[in-house]
């Protein structure tokens, strides 16, 4: 099994960054993906980027447009979202989640993930 805790939420003005961190503990394989999702209440949960920690091949979202960028620690079993440019529509609660090796195709899809963390509250206003 395994545990996972984020941090790193917070507020910030828009224009602003955060920097969002996921710690895992427990089975942590080398083959699994990590990924970052977000839910704003009474919307869907949606994809925003995922590793995988085997050969740190990234996907992004395509809101992100290059303003957010994601990397693994597997030394730490931690995984951060640097998010740069933020805007009022990133105000959202954004979870991290692990899943095991997951082909290219399917790493959107949030039923591929077995493990999720309870999620860090980022809100973007002025």
């Known amino acids: 099994q395994v545990q996972l805790l984020e941090s790193g939420g917070g507020l910030v003005q828009p224009g602003g960054s955060l920097r969002l961190s996921c710690a895992a503990s427990g089975r942590t394989l080398s083959s699994y993906t990590v990924g970052w999702f977000r839910q704003v209440p009474g919307k869907e949960r949606e994809f925003v980027a995922a590793?995988?920690?085997?050969?740190?091949?990234?996907r992004y979202a395509d809101f992100v447009k290059g303003r957010f960028s994601i990397s693994t620690d597997n030394a730490k079993n931690t995984v951060s979202l640097q998010m740069n440019s933020l805007d009022t529509e990133d105000t959202a609660l954004y979870y991290c989640a692990y899943g095991p090796y997951i082909i290219t195709s399917s790493i959107p899809q949030e039923s591929m993930y077995r493990y999720w963390g309870q999620g860090t509250q980022v809100t973007v206003s002025s």
């Open positions: 590793i995988r920690r085997y050969d740190r091949a990234t």
